[in-house]
């Protein structure tokens, strides 16, 4: 990848570049959402996910 200041030149737009589903939350987090930013964390991240983390960052 290369970065630049400049903006890029309009033209065709890659189809690596078009996204083919909708990003977002769904299934079973849709019908019952989290009421806070922690309860939201926990469906994306395990305690084992979290003790994993810690300790090959802790190595």
């Known amino acids: ?4 200041k400049k903006a ?11 996204l ?3 990003p977002g939350l769904k299934g079973e987090i ?3 959402p989290p009421s806070d930013p922690l309860e939201s ?6 305690n084992t996910n979290i003790e994993n983390i810690v300790k090959y960052t802790n190595q």
Request: glycine content about 4%.
């Open 20 to 22: 083919r589903f909708v």
């Open 30 to 32: 849709l019908r019952n």
């Open 41 to 46: 964390w926990r469906y994306f991240f395990e």
């Open 1 to 4: 990848m290369k970065w630049s």
């Open 8 to 18: 890029p030149t309009r033209g065709k737009t890659l189809s690596t570049n078009l």
